[in-house]
């Protein structure tokens, strides 16, 4: 898993309450298991008109926020269906980091695993990052993970909370078989034991 440390980038204003993973990416896109290519597919039923063209009027469609790195969505994000590809979705595309006041509890989890970082903030702070978020071209934020800090592009700077753990696997790129593989030189000298004490098993 990428580590995330620190990320400067264009922050896309969604202010949707209640964005479902089937919004996020839509079940037809559910068939592979592979964690690439899903990027096409993200908010599709949104960024995209019945007839397939682009829908000009999304905002992930406007030239100032086609390369965003961030979200800064409304309240409730990623509610629904448990659905992994979600975050998949959301990293393809390019996507390391949303902001909203509240997350649903598997999705929240599941960005942890594929190294985005969703970010939890007041109402208030979500005011002002939203309202950053809509200056288009002048919306780059930087996401400080080690200092916990959201800096805007006037200088403010907000600060969020964390799990220490959950931090600790973001700044190092540790999802569970990362998680897993630091353990190895014990998991092969209980292994060496036990085959030592166990030579018929």
């Known amino acids: 898993m990428e580590k995330?440390?620190?990320?400067?980038?264009?922050?896309?204003?969604?202010?949707?309450?209640?964005?479902d993973t089937d919004m996020i990416?839509?079940?037809?896109?559910?068939?592979t298991i592979e964690r690439t290519g899903l990027g096409t597919g993200l908010f599709s039923e949104m960024r995209y008109n019945d007839d397939g063209s682009v829908n000009e009027d999304f905002i992930?469609?406007?030239?100032?926020?086609?390369?965003?790195?961030?979200?800064v969505a409304g309240d409730n994000f990623g509610c629904g269906s448990s659905r992994e590809h979600a975050p998949w979705a959301l990293l393809?595309?390019?996507?390391?980091?949303?902001?909203?006041?509240s997350f649903a509890d598997i999705f929240y989890n599941n960005c942890f695993k594929n190294g985005i970082l969703p970010i939890q903030v007041s109402p208030e702070d979500h005011v002002k990052l939203m309202?950053?978020?809509?200056?288009g071209a002048n919306a780059t934020m930087t996401v400080d993970l080690e200092a916990q800090e959201v800096r805007g592009p006037d200088g403010g700077a907000i600060s969020f909370q964390i799990d220490p753990f959950r931090k600790h696997c973001l700044l190092n790129g540790l999802d569970d078989i990362g998680l897993t593989m630091?353990?190895?030189?014990?998991?092969?000298?209980?292994?060496?034991?036990?085959?030592a004490e166990r030579p018929w098993a």
């Open 60 to 71: 992930l469609n406007h030239p100032a926020y086609k390369d965003a790195r961030i979200i």
């Open 182 to 195: 630091e353990k190895a030189p014990k998991i092969d000298s209980y292994e060496a034991k036990l085959e």
């Open 131 to 135: 309202d950053d978020a809509e200056r």
């Open 4 to 19: 995330f440390t620190t990320l400067t980038g264009v922050a896309a204003p969604l202010p949707i309450t209640n964005i």
């Open 25 to 31: 990416i839509p079940k037809q896109y559910l068939k």
């Open 92 to 101: 393809d595309y390019g996507i390391r980091c949303v902001i909203s006041t």
